[in-house]
């Protein structure tokens, strides 16, 4: 994926909150400093654009199932619903949106999947990255899909 696609795609997708009815040392507790403070986050997974084709058809175009994992600090959070015979899926909304509380060390790990009925799904692809640098600006957005 072209860097300033990823670039767009995840600050779009990744933008931190805090409640703004309530204080922040109520929410986050009083003795956080800038770097260790604690935030809460709201990941949208919004599409996939030419994914890898994962299943093999003779009759027809190769294609995917995919639907996407969320896991925070190695905990999964989330699951995007799966969009079947598409290489460019368009997820968004509640369905594909985790909420969770982290701070610059928090490790978010996105995986793409294949759903296959016969046998075990297939990986397609993922991404790791912390919190922080996500946050840190525009030099430091992941682009590292494996």
Known sequence: MPYRYVK????TLFSPQKPPHLNPTEVWGAS??????????????LRGVDLVAKDHNLLTANTSD???LVFIDGGEIGKTPVH???????????????????????KVTIEIWDM?????DD???????SVGEMLKGEHSYPNEWR
């Open 8 to 11: 767009n795609f995840l600050s």
């Open 32 to 45: 956080t400093t800038a770097s260790s403070a604690r935030m809460l986050l709201s990941l949208n997974i």
């Open 66 to 68: 995919p639907y996407c």
């Open 84 to 106: 079947s015979n598409t290489l460019n899926p368009i997820w968004g909304g509640p369905k594909s949106t985790c909420k969770f509380q982290g701070d610059n060390e928090t």
């Open 116 to 120: 296959d009925k016969m046998s075990s």
């Open 123 to 129: 990986r397609m692809g993922k991404i790791s990255f």
